[in-house]
């Protein structure tokens, strides 16, 4: 899906109880756990873009995956001194589970109208750009912009637009990559030029603030 | 009284591949405590489940046992003059600590000397535990750990409770902020959390509240569940080698559920329809008469009903619904019209796209073809024309489950379409073998595609800098390369590497780059050693063979089988490799003419030559028939008439022209062995 909400949240340090406390918020959305199959499974975030990973699960209700559940432990390629759980719900597959539909197109947004009636078009655009008509060669250069833009900012410490450029970087990517555009290798060349960046803006971000 | 020990480790889900093997490792630190600290006990047992990790040890003894260490000191003869110590005697005693009537005397060595016994403390096996718990915890292998907590503490998930008790008695323990206690947690779900075991009442007291720690016990009660739903629809549920375990290793209490779904997905290919349920969802597929039924079964962790059964059918019929929308707008493009689009897919930055790597596969795949029997040529050609196209279709490209179904996807595609069998087969099967478990492909046709695939990703590979080195082999070039030796020793193909080598070379039009084909060249040979010592042959028989044969693979690998079997008989086989040897050493690397047979002198010298000339047409007709046992017996022949020579002749005469003429003569005898194998490589025990 080119559009997708996600609730995240960040409990720093991560409590001794995180899996209670999460476990105890499904309830708060009128979930009873004790009707249902919730399952941890394994599942390590990585954003080998971001020089970002943790370890942790997918969980699983019924079968179906609705949230991200990480204990981070790098990011921009530095190990954290405190480890934070990462807990990111998925918004629409939450929902598709509460208003017992099948699909996301079928979940009531009012009581007239689907979020079919008002995404399915965009959606749609969206997907003939992403995997055929987004230009190639207008995407390699602006990748190449992002990245002399973010080295640049992040060089005159403007951290934080910085930043930004680094996150563009990263989606100029994931959209090349999605339109099958990079081979193995050049993708794996393209990964290192942005962990590089992130892994600038990090070493900045400590150098300038810790 | 209660001497078990039980110490249970939980945590947050750990994953289930990872549950055995760390088991094995808690008990390994167990036992390696205690034998090193002398405390028996009857029996140590694991338990696991995806959030503890548990030993109970039976009948443990309440202490160490006496263990006594013995400490050499002065010679006897020093130490006591007329029977009284001496002052070196009291001295001993006194840097040991113990009174001087205490010292023993001792033969070490053959000589006298006094001993120290001195008794090692010995302490409580609670507090030898007590000690060393959290070290053995801390060492439990996973092959991924992580940090939660301050102290930093790597383990594969957070640990948030130990058990650990010496009979009804708590030994207490701290780690990573957890303190150890009687207490456990039940099943996350339908317990009602804390309760309070003890050793003996361990595995009831969790099961009365829905864990069940043994995980044999686990997996028969599941897989007898799945068995008894799929009898309900007069089924059997299919198990995928892995997925049984895998299961009962993601769920601490076995439940099953038993779904289904449209009957209409049942048109889509079987293995697409297990991917959708396997590969994510690790659901049991079910079969009648090995047809695909409708339904599925799935191992859960909570008691079943109907909300639970209804939410996993809806996932798997989403996952479906990918599949056959793929299904359907993949089929509106014909296969033979996605040639053209492969140009659209890249393969190396510097290597083209892949609509160029089927045209080198096209082009391979005919010179093999060509030096093969009973080949079909236009199935061949078409097979390798068609190979790739699969990986322009939606149901590969979506990244998802189906994507490890390539080749397969293609193959079904063309059955579809009414391509013939045969090309479908070679599409499918030209991946084959994946891996050195895997199935051979099932055509001629396929493998020779198989091979192509194989050489072309290697010489792409190494052309693109991307060669393994160490363990670092991201393109499996070294898999590829077993495989392609699998196939040919399997399908007896003969025909020269070095040629093929050169064509595709030249396909990427680098055809003189004699750097790189010499690269390949060592790579080739090396993985052909390998793959002939896993067959058992000797590493000094795969040496000589592959210096002389590594070019015709089903050569190297039959004439190394020859001369095992040779080997067999010791004594003959000395004799063959020692009378070559002979020759070899005189020859010292040089490389004289040819044989003047007007100046062969003495009846010796005859005799050796007319005997090699005799039987050189015949070793050609073996080597003709790849009947090498026959073959290298036959060079046995040579050996008297090669002693006889070297007994009475001498080859290294003054007379130049003699001299010469004997050591071609040699030369040339020395060649026919090396019609087989380098025998200088051969090492005779």
Same mark, same amino acid.
């Given at each position: 899906?080119?559009?997708?909400?996600?609730?995240?949240?960040?409990?720093?340090?991560?409590?001794?109880?995180?899996?209670?406390? =999460?476990?105890?918020?499904?309830?708060?959305?009128?979930?009873?756990?004790?009707?249902?199959?919730?399952?941890?499974?394994?599942?390590?975030?990585?954003?080998?873009?971001?020089?970002?990973?943790?370890?942790?699960?997918?969980?699983?209700?019924?079968?179906?995956?609705?949230?991200?559940?990480?204990?981070?432990?790098?990011?921009?390629?530095?190990?954290?001194? $405190?480890?934070?759980?990462?807990?990111?719900?998925?918004?629409?597959?939450?929902?598709?589970?509460?208003?017992?539909?099948?699909?996301?197109?079928?979940?009531?947004?009012?009581?007239?109208?689907?979020?079919?009636? $008002?995404?399915?078009?965009?959606? =749609?655009?969206?997907?003939?750009?992403?995997?055929?008509?987004?230009?190639?060669?207008?995407?390699?250069?602006?990748?190449?912009?992002?990245?002399?833009?973010?080295?640049?900012?992040?060089?005159?410490?403007?951290?934080?637009?910085? =930043?930004?450029?680094?996150?563009?970087?990263?989606?100029?990517?994931?959209?090349?990559?999605?339109?099958?555009?990079?081979?193995?290798?050049?993708?794996?060349?393209?990964?290192?030029?942005?962990?590089?960046?992130?892994?600038?803006?990090?070493?900045?971000?400590?150098?300038? =603030?810790? | #009284?209660?001497?078990?020990?039980?110490?249970?480790?939980?945590?947050?889900?750990?994953?289930?591949?990872?549950?055995?093997?760390?088991?094995?490792?808690?008990?390994? /630190?167990?036992?390696?405590?205690?034998?090193?600290?002398?405390?028996?006990?009857?029996?140590?047992?694991?338990?696991?489940?995806?959030?503890?990790?548990?030993?109970?040890?039976?009948?443990?003894?309440?202490?160490?046992?006496?263990?006594?260490?013995?400490?050499?000191?002065?010679?006897?003869?020093?130490?006591?003059?007329?029977?009284?110590?001496?002052?070196?005697?009291?001295?001993?005693?006194?840097?040991?600590?113990?009174?001087?009537?205490?010292?023993?005397?001792?033969?070490?060595?053959?000589?006298?000397?006094?001993?120290?016994?001195?008794?090692?403390?010995?302490?409580?096996? @609670?507090?030898?535990?007590?000690?060393?718990?959290?070290?053995?915890?801390?060492?439990?292998?996973?092959?991924?750990? *992580?940090?939660?907590?301050?102290?930093?503490?790597?383990?594969?998930?957070?640990? +948030?409770?130990?058990?650990?008790?010496?009979?009804?008695?708590?030994?207490?323990?701290? %780690?990573?902020?957890?303190?150890?206690?009687?207490?456990?947690?039940?099943?996350?779900?339908?317990?009602? /959390?804390?309760?309070?075991?003890?050793?003996?009442?361990?595995?009831?007291?969790?099961?009365?509240?829905?864990?069940?720690?043994?995980?044999?016990?686990?997996?028969?009660?599941?897989?007898?569940?799945?068995?008894?739903?799929?009898?309900?629809?007069?089924?059997?549920?299919?198990?995928?080698?892995? %997925?049984?375990?895998?299961?009962?290793?993601?769920?601490?209490?076995?439940?099953?559920?038993?779904?289904?779904?449209?009957?209409?997905?049942?048109?889509?290919?079987?293995?697409?329809?297990?991917?959708?349920?396997?590969?994510?969802? +690790?659901?049991?597929?079910?079969?009648?008469?090995?047809?695909?039924?409708?339904?599925?079964?799935?191992?859960?962790?909570?008691?079943?009903?109907?909300?639970?059964?209804?939410?996993?059918?809806?996932?798997?019929?989403?996952?479906?619904?990918?599949?056959?929308?793929?299904?359907?707008?993949?089929?509106?493009?014909?296969?033979?019209?996605?040639?053209?689009?492969?140009?659209?897919?890249?393969?190396?930055?510097?290597?083209?796209?892949?609509?160029?790597?089927?045209?080198?596969?096209?082009?391979?795949?005919?010179?093999?073809?060509?030096?093969?029997?009973?080949?079909?040529?236009?199935?061949?050609?078409?097979?390798?024309?068609?190979?790739?196209?699969?990986?322009?279709?939606? *149901?590969?490209?979506?990244?998802?489950?189906?994507?490890?179904?390539?080749?397969?996807?293609?193959?079904?595609?063309?059955?579809?379409?009414?391509?013939?069998?045969?090309?479908?087969?070679?599409?499918?099967?030209?991946?084959?073998?994946?891996?050195?478990?895997?199935?051979?492909?099932?055509?001629?046709?396929?493998?020779?595609?198989?091979?192509?695939?194989?050489?072309?990703?290697?010489?792409?590979?190494?052309?693109?800098?991307?060669?393994?080195?160490?363990?670092?082999?991201?393109?499996?070039?070294?898999?590829?390369?077993?495989?392609?030796?699998?196939?040919?020793?399997?399908?007896?193909?003969?025909?020269?590497?070095?040629?093929?080598?050169?064509?595709?070379?030249?396909?990427?039009?680098?055809?003189?780059?004699?750097?790189?084909?010499?690269?390949? +060249?060592?790579?080739?040979?090396?993985?052909?050693?390998?793959?002939?010592?896993?067959? /058992?042959?000797?590493?000094?028989?795969?040496?000589?063979?592959?210096?002389? @044969?590594?070019?015709?693979?089903?050569?190297?690998?039959?004439?190394?089988?020859? #001369? *095992?079997?040779?080997?067999?008989?010791?004594?003959?086989?000395?004799?063959?490799?020692? /009378?070559?040897? +002979?020759?070899?050493?005189?020859?010292?690397?040089?490389?004289?003419? @040819?044989?003047?047979?007007?100046?062969?002198?003495?009846?010796?010298?005859?005799?050796?030559?007319?005997?090699?000339?005799?039987?050189?047409?015949?070793?050609?007709?073996?080597?003709? @028939?790849?009947?090498? %046992?026959?073959?290298?017996?036959? %060079?046995?022949?040579?050996?008297?008439?090669?002693?006889?020579?070297?007994?009475?002749? *001498?080859? #290294?005469?003054?007379?130049?022209?003699?001299?010469?003429?004997?050591?071609?003569?040699?030369?040339?005898?020395?060649?026919?062995?090396?019609?087989?194998?380098?025998?200088?490589?051969?090492?005779?025990?």
């Amino acid at each position: 899906m080119q559009q997708f909400q996600q609730y995240q949240v960040i409990l720093k340090p991560a409590p001794y109880d995180v899996q209670e406390q =999460y476990l105890e918020s499904l309830k708060y959305l009128s979930l009873d756990i004790s009707e249902h199959d919730i399952r941890f499974v394994e599942d390590d975030w990585e954003s080998p873009t971001l020089g970002a990973w943790g370890l942790g699960w997918e969980v699983w209700m019924d079968g179906q995956e609705i949230t991200q559940f990480t204990y981070f432990q790098q990011v921009g390629g530095i190990n954290l001194d $405190l480890i934070s759980a990462e807990l990111t719900y998925g918004l629409e597959r939450i929902a598709i589970l509460l208003s017992r539909v099948n699909s996301v197109f079928d979940l009531p947004w009012s009581p007239k109208k689907t979020w079919a009636d $008002l995404n399915k078009e965009q959606e =749609y655009q969206f997907c003939v750009y992403n995997f055929d008509e987004a230009n190639i060669n207008s995407l390699s250069k602006y990748f190449e912009e992002c990245k002399e833009e973010a080295k640049r900012l992040i060089n005159m410490n403007l951290l934080y637009p910085g =930043y930004d450029f680094v996150i563009k970087a990263s989606h100029t990517f994931n959209l090349l990559d999605a339109r099958g555009a990079l081979s193995v290798e050049q993708r794996n060349n393209y990964i290192l030029e942005i962990r590089k960046l992130a892994n600038m803006a990090a070493k900045k971000w400590i150098e300038m =603030y810790s | #009284m209660d001497r078990n020990v039980l110490i249970e480790i939980g945590t947050e889900e750990i994953p289930a591949g990872y549950l055995e093997p760390a088991a094995r490792s808690f008990e390994k /630190g167990l036992r390696d405590l205690f034998s090193s600290n002398k405390i028996p006990y009857s029996k140590i047992s694991i338990f696991y489940t995806p959030r503890r990790l548990t030993v109970i040890v039976e009948n443990i003894a309440e202490k160490q046992e006496r263990v006594v260490n013995k400490i050499k000191g002065p010679p006897a003869a020093l130490a006591y003059k007329d029977g009284k110590p001496t002052k070196m005697a009291r001295g001993f005693a006194s840097s040991k600590g113990i009174p001087l009537d205490s010292l023993i005397i001792e033969k070490i060595d053959g000589n006298e000397y006094v001993v120290a016994e001195i008794e090692q403390e010995i302490k409580s096996t @609670k507090e030898i535990l007590k000690e060393n718990l959290p070290s053995i915890i801390k060492n439990i292998e996973f092959p991924k750990k *992580m940090r939660w907590e301050k102290t930093n503490l790597f383990f594969a998930r957070p640990i +948030r409770w130990i058990v650990a008790m010496l009979g009804k008695k708590v030994i207490p323990v701290s %780690l990573a902020g957890v303190k150890s206690s009687n207490t456990t947690l039940g099943n996350r779900l339908i317990s009602e /959390g804390k309760i309070k075991v003890s050793p003996s009442n361990y595995k009831k007291k969790l099961k009365e509240s829905y864990v069940m720690a043994n995980p044999g016990e686990r997996k028969s009660l599941l897989k007898n569940l799945i068995e008894k739903e799929a009898r309900k629809i007069k089924g059997v549920p299919y198990f995928s080698p892995g %997925l049984l375990d895998e299961v009962s290793n993601l769920i601490e209490y076995p439940f099953v559920i038993l779904g289904s779904f449209d009957k209409k997905f049942l048109t889509l290919p079987d293995k697409v329809v297990i991917s959708a349920m396997e590969t994510h969802q +690790r659901y049991f597929s079910v079969k009648k008469n090995s047809k695909l039924m409708p339904y599925f079964i799935s191992g859960i962790n909570n008691k079943p009903n109907k909300e639970i059964i209804k939410g996993n059918e809806k996932v798997l019929t989403a996952r479906l619904e990918d599949a056959k929308f793929y299904w359907e707008v993949d089929r509106k493009i014909p296969i033979k019209e996605r040639l053209a689009k492969l140009s659209g897919i890249k393969w190396h930055t510097n290597l083209g796209n892949l609509l160029q790597r089927t045209e080198r596969l096209i082009e391979l795949s005919k010179w093999i073809g060509e030096k093969v029997d009973n080949i079909n040529l236009s199935v061949l050609k078409e097979g390798a024309k068609l190979s790739k196209v699969d990986l322009t279709t939606l *149901m590969i490209r979506d990244g998802k489950e189906f994507t490890s179904l390539e080749g397969y996807i293609g193959s079904q595609y063309g059955r579809a379409e009414g391509l013939s069998e045969e090309v479908c087969k070679v599409i499918e099967d030209h991946y084959k073998p994946r891996n050195v478990e895997d199935e051979l492909p099932r055509s001629k046709e396929a493998a020779i595609v198989s091979l192509a695939d194989r050489i072309d990703l290697i010489v792409g590979s190494f052309l693109a800098g991307e060669k393994p080195t160490g363990s670092r082999d991201p393109f499996g070039l070294r898999q590829a390369m077993s495989g392609f030796i699998r196939i040919i020793t399997e399908f007896k193909f003969s025909f020269p590497l070095d040629e093929l080598l050169k064509k595709n070379l030249q396909l990427f039009s680098k055809a003189e780059n004699t750097e790189i084909f010499e690269e390949i +060249r060592q790579f080739i040979i090396e993985r052909e050693g390998g793959s002939l010592q896993s067959k /058992g042959i000797r590493y000094d028989i795969a040496k000589a063979v592959l210096s002389e @044969k590594w070019n015709v693979i089903l050569d190297s690998y039959l004439v190394a089988k020859a #001369m *095992m079997k040779i080997r067999e008989d010791q004594v003959e086989f000395e004799k063959l490799v020692i /009378g070559q040897k +002979r020759v070899s050493n005189i020859l010292e690397g040089k490389t004289p003419g @040819k044989v003047n047979k007007s100046r062969l002198k003495e009846k010796e010298e005859k005799d050796l030559f007319n005997k090699a000339k005799e039987i050189e047409p015949i070793l050609n007709e073996f080597i003709k @028939k790849k009947e090498y %046992l026959e073959g290298i017996n036959e %060079l046995k022949k040579l050996r008297q008439s090669i002693d006889n020579l070297f007994d009475n002749v *001498m080859v #290294m005469d003054k007379d130049e022209k003699l001299k010469n003429n004997r050591l071609a003569l040699l030369y040339y005898v020395r060649s026919l062995f090396h019609l087989f194998c380098d025998f200088e490589e051969i090492i005779i025990d």
